[in-house]
């Protein structure tokens, strides 16, 4: 059973650039989560979706950040016109359910980006 | 807001040995989960032990405990006969139980050194 795959690993874009990142969630998951982790320091929520829904998008910068999970295909995070303070890496994490109960999230290996 | 503390950004263990790692928190809510990550130089998130709110028993996997003090609002992490690969950054998470705020709220993270 193939675990939560995130793609590119690493990725390097210059400034003004767009970067798109993917996440293709475990089997049967249908719930997807997006942290980002700037260096030494911890994970930072951005976004909660389900299939075709953004359920809590708290941690999203106001602008250049969008998060899309479609029915159909992995979901993907882009950044428009990035700047250098967006280096950092992110995660993706996938759970089967909600509603209160403890379910784990279980993370991708993440996308190291670089902008230069 | 919830927020986690961990205020040793750096531990050293001489192998074999036990160490314990501290986490504070705060929150206003009375049922929640707390959660020990381990991230090691493959950056990887990988669970290590996790604790449900509502149970007053502290939860073990293997080596590894927790101390679990809910009026204190504490979380450590101890780990018993440390061996070689445990080195990592370890991160103590919080997550609330209610549906729709599955986020994990995570602490800065303290970095763990094994001395062979």
């Known amino acids: 059973n193939a675990g939560v795959m995130q793609n590119p690993r690493h990725l390097v874009r210059r400034r003004g650039q767009e970067a798109r990142l993917r996440c293709s969630p475990m089997?049967?998951?249908?719930?997807v989560y997006w942290y980002r982790q700037l260096p030494e320091e911890g994970l930072k929520f951005m976004v909660y979706l389900q299939k075709e829904n953004i359920i809590d998008e708290s941690g999203m910068p106001k602008e250049r950040f969008s998060a899309e999970f479609p029915k159909e295909g992995p979901s993907i995070l882009r950044i428009q016109q990035v700047v250098r303070g967006d280096s950092a890496a992110y995660f993706c994490?996938?759970?089967?359910?909600?509603?209160?109960?403890?379910?784990?999230?279980?993370f991708g290996p993440g996308t190291r980006l670089t902008v230069t | 807001a919830q927020t986690v503390t961990q205020s040793q950004p750096e531990m050293s263990v001489q192998e074999a040995e036990t160490v314990t790692l501290s986490c504070t928190y705060d929150?206003?809510?009375?049922?929640?989960?707390l959660f020990w990550y381990k991230q090691p130089p493959s950056r990887q998130m990988i669970l290590v032990i996790r604790?449900?709110?509502?149970?007053?028993q502290n939860a073990t996997e293997n080596r590894f405990s927790v101390n679990f003090q809910k009026a204190a609002k504490s979380f450590s992490l101890k780990i018993s006969d440390s061996q070689l690969g445990d080195a990592a950054m370890y991160f103590c998470?919080?997550?609330?139980?209610?549906?729709?705020?599955?986020?994990?709220?995570f602490g800065t993270g303290t970095r763990l050194t094994i001395i062979p």
């Open positions: 604790q449900e709110a509502y149970k007053q």
């Open positions: 929150t206003s809510e009375s049922d929640y989960y």
């Open positions: 994490a996938s759970s089967p359910s909600t509603g209160g109960n403890l379910h784990e999230q279980y």
């Open positions: 089997k049967g998951h249908s719930h």
């Open positions: 998470a919080y997550r609330r139980v209610d549906f729709g705020n599955e986020k994990l709220t």
